[in-house]
């Protein structure tokens, strides 16, 4: 049984424009609409997208800090979404969050050890303070930092320090899902293969499962099992980690990938490069039918038409029936 | 052997690394404050006059309220500040010591000031970070009643107040610590609206901690710069509030005095030579008021998130 079952997430924002009267319905902005994966125990889904596909706003509908407007989100067989405030707010310390800016996610007044401890505190106030301060010290040690900073403020801390902050505050609580939205991509490269290989070894050792946030292909696919390729809140494919990033059949996975440098000048220059052109159409008015269409390059008129696209191939599934598989390297 | 030593060495480095005191962002403004000559000059002089206030009483030769009758019509040449008659800052008008009625003016005008600034800080802030935090329409309905009372002509309700239930302490500071904090809860709200997205908060929201707890532990301490800078600056307002308001004769009652009443019976006997009876009273309010000043710029200065 998947520890997380997504089922058909919508989340929608409401937009005011400006200068209109209070008593005029708001604009429906559609950051998520209908989004479906699971999430078995252990394992890691990576969510990938260009900015604005919505991969953060999963991120927040899942941990609870933005509502659900539609959908299910079943944790442990447990409908998150149809929670109240108090039933959630018990159910938080299963489901904890790595934020995207290491510094802006650390309170500047409080110490590391206070940040790191504040989850204990919430959820255990009849904890002792030197159990508090052994579990602190523990976790702290256990991501790479020395105990002995728990006096410290996070504006002394690197980057990659900061991240392994937010990490420890995220996991003094033993949770059992963890969600990164973009742990690294505030990181420099170096630093980013010592946080994305801590996130390995910790979700190894503590038995978690893991939803991993990031733009960037090259990274998601070192650390996921399965990855999820969103565009403008939709699932355009998803399947095994292997399977869509050796041989990706959507053609905006195609240029994703096709985005990502090879670390080879030879191959890197003989490939060629579907480059996509325009922007990302506003979510306020996305494009009827398939979202992708403004932008596809195999796009054809009846992509216009509103209806289920979705194949399924095995394991995986692509939004787009003119799908053809290309090798990696070819796209 | 070496070895053992080298690692007894090492042993005693990690003992001390053990208990490595990080430098708060309070810490730092403490450093910035004390290094800015200006304020820390207000800040010598604000002690002075404290103590000027609290323990001046002591060398008064005379209680306030004691009339010494035989000075009576003779002010101008037998009541002039002298050290031999003890009256150091010589009479007023009535025949009391003008010391030790600074004294007690400038103690009273100063809770007046402190007084008022601590309402407007522990409601103002409070009330403005829970509208700020909460948002939408609770958010709507607070704002929109500070407006209201804000547009309330407050000097005149005090002067009614005050004319209707007689004028006591405990009006005045009513009607003070009343309009104090309509200002600061706006300016917490505002803080409070950036604050509110930024990530740490979203994370504590995450973490299950309870909007309360986020306000008090994660929204109001980080707001607390401005509003420290901004309550310097209305310790003076508050003064000079006060000092209007006992100016037009409404503010403390007799025998008790402030500042303002002295200036205001001072100033009444500019034209009869007895200048002493403004300008002692003058003096340390103006002091006063330029020290709050300093500090408050100072302390603006050092909390200065730019200069972080």
Request: aromatic fraction near 8%; glycine fraction near 8%.
């Amino acid at each position: 049984m998947p520890i997380l079952s997504v089922k058909d997430l919508q989340v929608t924002f409401d937009v005011r424009s400006a200068g209109s009267w209070p008593w005029t319905p708001p604009r429906k902005l559609h950051a998520v609409g209908g989004l479906s994966f699971d999430l078995e125990p252990g394992q890691t889904v990576g969510l990938v997208g260009e900015s604005g596909s919505g991969k953060s706003t999963v991120a927040r509908a899942l941990v609870g800090t933005v509502p659900a407007s539609g959908g299910q989100i079943l944790f442990e067989g447990q409908d998150l979404a149809a929670m109240s405030p108090q039933e959630r707010r018990r159910h938080r310390k299963d489901v904890q969050m790595v934020f995207q800016d290491p510094l802006a996610a650390l309170n500047p007044r409080m110490t590391v050890g206070d940040i790191v401890a504040e989850p204990l505190v919430t959820h255990h106030p009849e904890t002792s303070r030197a159990e508090v301060k052994k579990r602190v010290g523990d976790i702290m040690e256990r991501v790479g930092l020395l105990p002995n900073l728990v006096n410290r403020y996070p504006h002394e801390f690197s980057g990659g320090q900061c991240q392994r902050i937010g990490i420890a505050r995220a996991l003094v609580m033993k949770p059992k899902l963890l969600i990164c939205d973009e742990p690294v991509s505030a990181l420099d490269v170096s630093v980013q293969a010592q946080v994305v290989n801590l996130l390995r070894d910790l979700q190894r050792d503590m038995g978690l499962s893991m939803i991993f946030i990031a733009h960037d292909l090259s990274v998601v696919k070192h650390i996921s099992d399965r990855i999820v390729v969103m565009y403008l809140g939709r699932i355009m494919e998803s399947g095994p980690a292997r399977e869509v990033t050796l041989r990706p059949r959507h053609p905006y996975t195609q240029a994703l990938i096709s985005s990502v440098p090879i670390p080879d000048p030879v191959l890197e220059k003989a490939r060629p490069r579907p480059i996509l052109e325009g922007e990302l159409p506003s979510p306020l008015s996305p494009p009827s039918g398939c979202v992708f269409r403004t932008r596809c390059p195999k796009a054809k008129p009846d992509c216009a038409e509103p209806k289920d696209r979705i194949q399924r191939e095995g394991e995986v599934q692509v939004a787009c029936p003119y799908q053809e598989v290309k090798d990696a390297l070819a796209v | 052997m070496k070895l053992a030593s080298g690692d007894a060495k090492l042993l005693d480095e990690t003992a001390q690394l053990a208990s490595i005191r990080g430098r708060s962002l309070w810490a730092d403004a403490r450093g910035r404050f004390l290094r800015n000559r200006a304020a820390l000059l207000g800040l010598i002089v604000l002690v002075l006059v404290a103590i000027f206030a609290l323990f001046g009483g002591y060398f008064a030769k005379y209680e306030p309220d004691y009339v010494d009758f035989s000075l009576m019509g003779a002010n101008a040449y037998r009541g002039v500040p002298s050290f031999e008659s003890g009256h150091y800052f010589g009479v007023d008008f009535d025949g009391r010591d003008l010391f030790a009625r600074t004294v007690q003016g400038t103690g009273i005008s100063m809770l007046v000031g402190v007084v008022g600034a601590l309402v407007a800080v522990v409601v103002g802030t409070l009330y403005g970070a829970t509208a700020g935090y909460i948002g939408g329409r609770v958010d709507n309905i607070m704002m929109r009643t500070v407006d209201i009372l804000m547009s309330i002509p407050f000097m005149f309700v005090l002067i009614l107040m005050l004319v209707i239930f007689g004028r006591s302490m405990f009006m005045l500071f009513l009607g003070i610590g009343l309009i104090s904090w309509l200002d600061m809860s706006r300016i917490a709200r505002g803080q409070t609206l950036s604050i509110k997205n930024k990530e740490f908060v979203e994370a504590a929201v995450a973490t299950g901690v309870r909007p309360f707890t986020i306000i008090l532990r994660h929204v109001v301490p980080n707001l607390l710069g401005i509003v420290i800078v901004y309550s310097t600056l209305l310790v003076p307002q508050m003064i000079i509030f006060e000092s209007f308001i006992s100016y037009l004769g409404l503010g403390i009652q007799e025998p008790q005095t402030s500042l303002g009443a002295l200036i205001n019976q001072g100033a009444e006997q500019m034209n009869n030579g007895t200048l002493w009876m403004l300008a002692f009273p003058l003096f340390f309010f103006l002091v006063t008021l330029f020290a709050f000043f300093f500090v408050g710029d100072g302390l603006r200065d050092a909390l200065d998130p730019k200069d972080r």
